[in-house]
């Protein structure tokens, strides 16, 4: 079996963690396996040189921050293959462009243009195990370059993808993918698997187990992939394309973003460009909206709406003072700034075959007194804005009503 | 004006430092000249990456070695360039690959094959401060390989050699090469110039401003390089093939080097083999043996002699143990182990041609009551050992006798 074995930052953090790393993968290629391992820079690393480099520059060259932060994973490859060697297991490190990983120009968040694993192949052949530096590449012309956040993610899963290898595990300090975070909801399971969809809602709405770029990758390629514990042997959750037998189920899990804020305009105007306008200043200033939530205009002859939409609470001071210095020119009579609120999401591919599952939700948290302040919808995730005060009991109570029941 | 400038791991310890070696960087490029810069691996860095590789191996595999300490310099030239862009000078840091830099595969000490500079040279075209890592190089099948102890000052002399620099200045932290170690001699004077050969016999001899590998490179190649302090603006100190003006001096410098040990052993019998079975054996041990003296037997027909040879101090007791075991077969009376010594050494061109040097040195010596134990001779240079407990002073007799009263 050919495997792509992922280890992050903190499974890497030091030569102890870089011994239980290497004894893991021993297991495996004791077994016969075909093994590439792909890793992170050892957790620290990577500030430390941020930080010496905003000592020199405060906004540092794109291309010269890839030249620093690639030294970051190649120092971890050629500690992890030493660690090999120690257990008299036959392993070569290989820097992103050794793998021959090409990507574009963009320099901190290079996109991976292709892979040519040759080298990566004819090691394996030699029965050797392959480690390969994460989250780095080389454009054609031979520049250092970086694939940004969950950039490491990315490397393991497109090396999969180009390997056709059977299995890729993505190790992490989480045992999998849960209905629920356990900490707020004890009684959330484990997912035994997941789709690349729900997946995707889940890493957009605060589960951050990865970042959505290598799920949307693994979709694209048809890339299954585990998310499993580097602390433990449990078996992690199976990610890949929606199953025949997923396809009863209703609701996959459950989460809650606490770090959201709202804003409010009162009583906008309704008329063309307004919105647009709103929008459209507040991403000149690389403010990203989550949640925009308009409701038709209820009194037709002097037309006005209230619209609210969801910042991240560390934009909402920037956002709301740029809201407040369009008030007059738009003609809104007040803005509301609310960092107090949680956002709740339910996801699940069978959602959209599945009708009264929105009602079922919004009457759980009536029942309960919990005000709904928004609702977001989309094909296979139903999102409210409450109250953060009730959000977690919140968050049990939908869990409960939609996850508990299910035997 | 094509310049190489080199910057050793002292120089760019730290963030305030490389924005020092910055500063400098941009006085030459507003004066209008071409700039290379070679940088070191910050200091500790080095060390601090071969902890972490003993804690995994005790003798990491040595491709895995170069992997990982190549990492040093990567950041460096990263950072370098950041500093460079705060003071609004353009610069493009390149690793040893990148600037072309082809090498043997002889992992952690290779040899460099040849330079290919076209990216250097095209960037210097287009104005740029072009900064490349030391110590480091790739092999033609694009292995990175590391140039071993003294591989920056190696990449500059080289880089200096390809590129046909007019000026290759070695930035360190001494002020140049003096005529003895001004710790030791207060008199001591900084050289304007030295001859290649005088600073190979300077270096070899304790006087350690630079590995005698880089000043051989630029004796093959002919590049004259400035040896200077990157703490202040002081001229340093010339190294250059032998001129004309040089002829007439008779002594360039003094040097005393404390760190070597005598093994004598009393009575070997004189015949064939003998020598050549002790320093086999020491040889094999890797043990380096510096000076080696034996007198003509005196009693010829019981034909016995005395043999004495100098190791370094930390192999004193493994090569008196090995010599020790070879006593009985050799027929030796007796082994005497003496790490009480010091080496002291006049070195200069003018020597071969200047009769009466030798007879100097050591009437200097004697008048002072200094016992001479050894004495080893080359075109260039004299050595004598003598107690430790002497060696300074005799060091500052010796200076006083040849290089003061010069005018």
Redesign the interface.
């Known amino acids: 079996m050919l495997m792509v074995q992922k280890f992050g930052g903190t499974s890497v953090a030091n ?2 963690r ?2 239980n790393v290497a004894s893991r993968v021993t297991t495996y290629h004791a077994q016969g396996h075909q093994i590439v391992v792909v890793v992170s820079a050892m957790s620290g690393v990577t500030d430390n ?1 941020i930080k ?2 905003k ?3 405060p906004l ?2 794109e ?3 890839d ?2 932060l ?2 970051g994973e ?2 971890t ?3 992890t ?3 090999l ?2 257990l008299e297991v036959p392993a ?2 290989l ?1 992103g462009a ?1 793998a021959g990983i090409t990507t574009d120009g963009v320099h901190t968040k290079a996109k991976i243009k292709n892979i040519t694993p040759r080298q990566v192949r004819s090691l394996l052949n030699e029965g050797k195990v392959v480690i390969v530096a994460g989250f780095q590449g080389q454009t054609p012309e ?1 520049q ?1 370059t970086t694939l940004g956040r969950g950039g490491s993610d990315l490397t393991a899963i497109a090396l999969a993808a180009v390997l056709k290898a059977d299995l890729c595990q993505i190790y992490t300090d989480v045992d999998g993918v849960y209905t629920a975070d356990p900490r707020i909801v004890p009684e959330a399971r484990k997912m035994a698997e997941i789709s690349y969809d729900e997946m995707l809602e889940l890493s957009g709405l605060g589960a951050k187990v990865m970042q959505s770029r290598s799920v949307e990758f693994a979709k694209k390629f048809g890339v299954p992939f585990e998310v499993r514990s580097s602390l433990n042997d449990n078996p992690g959750t199976i990610v890949k394309e929606e199953t025949r037998s997923m396809e009863g189920v209703v609701i996959r899990g459950v989460s809650l973003d606490e770090n959201q804020a709202k804003i409010t305009l009162v009583q906008v105007p309704d008329r063309p460009g307004v919105a647009a306008q709103i929008f459209k200043t507040i991403a000149d200033a690389h403010i990203n909206v989550d949640m925009i939530v308009q409701n038709i205009s209820l009194t037709p002859d002097a037309p006005c709406t209230d619209l609210s939409f969801t910042v991240d609470k560390a934009d909402l001071l920037k956002a709301a003072k740029i809201i407040d210095g369009l008030r007059r020119t738009i003609g809104a009579r007040e803005v509301i700034a609310d960092e107090k609120i949680g956002k709740l999401s339910i996801v699940g591919v069978g959602m959209r075959s599945s009708p009264g599952v929105a009602a079922k939700m919004f009457e759980t948290l009536a029942t309960a007194g919990v005000n709904i302040q928004m609702i977001s919808t989309s094909e296979i995730k139903i999102s409210v804005v409450v109250d953060i005060a009730k959000g977690k009991e919140a968050m049990r109570l939908v869990h409960k009503a939609f996850l508990e029941n299910q035997a």
């Open positions: 030569p102890e870089i011994k040189l010496m480099a000592e020199l520059m540092p060259a291309r010269e921050m030249m620093l690639a030294t190649q120092t490859i050629a500690l293959a030493m660690a060697h120690a070569v490190s820097t050794q031979g250092i």
